[in-house]
Structure formats: C-alpha cells, structure tokens
C-alpha cells in the first residue's frame, strides 16, 4: 500500500494508517515495546514512509494540567460534586509534588475552544488530566492526537484505547435499583438526564439489569427523562406526571441527586406524598440529600478518592516506561434515609394514581 507523505504527521495519523491503537504506535517509536513484533516493524515502516521524525527526548515537567471540557454546561457546574472532585486532585497534586494548572473549555463556544484545544494538544511539557463527564467519543477524539500521557475522569470510554477513572455507574444503578425491588417495589421507574452521556447510560444499564434480575421487564413508559439541573428535572418532571393521568411507578431511582431532589418538588407540587405515594433514591449522596424532607436515600461516591486516584494513574504513567491501558472503576455504597419505604401491599394492588 502506498502511504502519502506527509508534511508533519502525528502518532494519530501513523496509528490509522497501520490500524493500530494510539498506545501501539507510542510505544513503538518510543522504543519502550513490540518494536520486533510484525505490527511493531510495519508501524516503523509507514512512520519512515511517512517521514515521520520523534522530537528530541523531553522530560514533563512535575505538572498536571486539569482540562475541564463542558460540551454544554449543563453537567459539569459548580456544585458539591465537582467541588469535592477536584479538592481529591489538588490534594494528590500536592502530596506528590506536583503543580496543578486548571483550564476550562467551553465547546459551546466554537472557535475560541478549538484553539485552546489544538494549544494544549500541542504542549507536549506537561501530563494532561481530562475532566470527561460531558464528553463523547467524537469530543474525545481531538485530545487522543496529544503526546503525553493522558487519563480521562468521570467517564468511562468502553470502546476507546484510553486511560480512565471513574465511579462503578452501572453497579450504582444496580444497587439502587434493587434497594427499591427488595423493599417491595414491582414497578419502579428511573429518572433520567435526557441529555445522554456515558455515566447516565451506565446507570440505566445498572438499573435494567436488576429489574431483569428480578423478572421485571424495563418499561419505556416507565423512564422519565429530564434536564439534569435542580430547575429543569422539576419543570419537566411536572410536565411528564401531567401528561400520565395516573398508573405510575411507586419508586423512582433517580441517577443522581440533583434530578432526584427536582423530581420530587415536581411531585410534591402536585399534590404526591413522599415516600407513601412514591419512594425516591438518588446518586452521589450530595449534601442536599440530608436537608430536603423527607432526607434523600442515595448511592454514596467517594469523589475525592476518584480525583486522587486518577492523579496517581496519570503520574505512574509519567514515571514508569511499561504500562498498559487501565480503566478504573471505583466503588460506591447504598446510604438509606427515609426517602423509600417497604411496599407490601404492592404484591395485590396496583400503583397508585396520582392524587389529584
């Protein structure tokens, strides 16, 4: 096959050219592994044709730079969450010695954020850390074209050759949704962002796989999708319960705190009573979750150890020469408070309608 010179080309390029991974093509031409393989010998090949040339040998500096990417804003925000996050990898930043520069980019706003991409894309002097709850694969793809080690938090890429931290979302979504099945609930329905994203669809899966579990079949009627900030889960949940007459689910989990707080000022403005007409779970066990009536059953996160955690990850690669790709997922916990209660009776009875 001919290969095209070209006038600069990247690892990314050799990469698709060789159909090989990002990792692959790094680790071939840093000398470090599979350099006498055959896919090792063809990538030095394409590189050569290429003209391909390594820069000199540069060594990091003790510097992690953080980019936050909000593709729409409507996750990542200032709130006990991403507070607690980022505290976990200023800490670990600190007890290793290592600096931390914080930049923010904003895809919404077009070409200003592309720029700061393609700059940081470029700077091959320090490790880089993304912040990747909003992210998609499309989004992440123009960071994979950088040189230096790389790991992605809050999101995790199942398809992609990329380092990740993360909570465990689907063991999130199984746990809380089997608290509600094992206190009584046949129909429990989920409260959704209807803004997708990796660690909603991980939730959901987590949640569907404990109905199945128990022989329930998921109800497309049975998911309430709504916009995951405190102001917009309430406007549309109210909307959706309105346009139900009735015939709703007597437990909702909902796939994190903010939606499941909002989502209940919806029901309460509609005249529901809380937990008796619904029980509602939660996720990140914000600390809302201990001041809203009734207080807010959720799945707790350790936020701090996943920042920290993903400090140590992106360090290790820095310092050691020989590292595979590792997708990490830390634990979660059930916390209960009074936001669910045990439905005996639902084993003869349907759910309640609304009452109004």
Not at 8 to 18: E, L, R, V, Y
């Amino acid at each position: 096959m001919l290969i095209k010179k070209q006038a600069k080309p990247t690892i990314h390029d050799i990469a698709k050219a060789a159909n090989v991974s990002l990792a692959t093509v790094s680790n071939v031409l840093s000398g470090k592994r599979q350099v006498s393989s055959q896919s090792g010998q063809r990538v030095l090949a394409i590189a050569k044709e290429m003209g391909y040339k390594r820069s000199p040998t540069r060594k990091l500096r003790r510097t992690i730079r953080l980019a936050i990417v909000r593709v729409h804003g409507l996750v990542i925000m200032d709130t006990p969450f991403f507070s607690e996050l980022i505290a976990g990898i200023e800490q670990e930043c600190q007890r290793n010695q290592y600096e931390l520069l914080i930049t923010y980019i904003n895809l919404y706003e077009g070409i200003d954020a592309q720029a700061r991409i393609d700059s940081i894309v470029r700077d091959d002097s320090m490790a880089l850390l993304l912040l990747g709850t909003e992210m998609n694969e499309k989004t992440l793809a123009l960071f994979q074209r950088t040189n230096v080690p790389m790991v992605v938090l809050d999101s995790l890429f199942h398809h992609q050759n990329v380092n990740t931290v993360v909570m465990n979302n689907f063991e999130a979504g199984y746990i809380a949704t089997r608290h509600l099945l094992d206190h009584g609930h046949k129909r429990v329905g989920i409260i959704i962002s209807s803004i997708d994203f990796n660690n909603m669809r991980d939730r959901s899966l987590g949640y569907q796989a404990a109905l199945t579990e128990h022989g329930i079949k998921p109800l497309d009627t049975d998911r309430f999708p709504v916009e995951p900030t405190m102001d917009g889960s309430a406007r549309d949940m109210q909307m959706l319960l309105e346009g139900r007459q009735g015939n709703l689910p007597t437990a909702f989990f909902a796939a994190n705190d903010i939606m499941a707080v909002g989502a209940s000022r919806a029901m309460k403005t509609l005249g529901m009573r809380l937990p008796q007409d619904a029980s509602v779970i939660g996720m990140d066990d914000v600390p809302v979750c201990q001041v809203v009536n009734p207080t807010l059953s959720t799945i707790s996160v350790p936020k701090g150890t996943i920042g920290a955690t993903a400090v140590r990850r992106l360090i290790q690669m820095v310092e050691e020469t020989d590292q595979a790709c590792l997708k990490t997922q830390v634990g979660v916990e059930l916390v209960v408070r009074e936001s669910v209660i045990t439905r005996i009776e639902h084993a003869t009875k349907k759910a309640l309608p609304l009452p109004y």
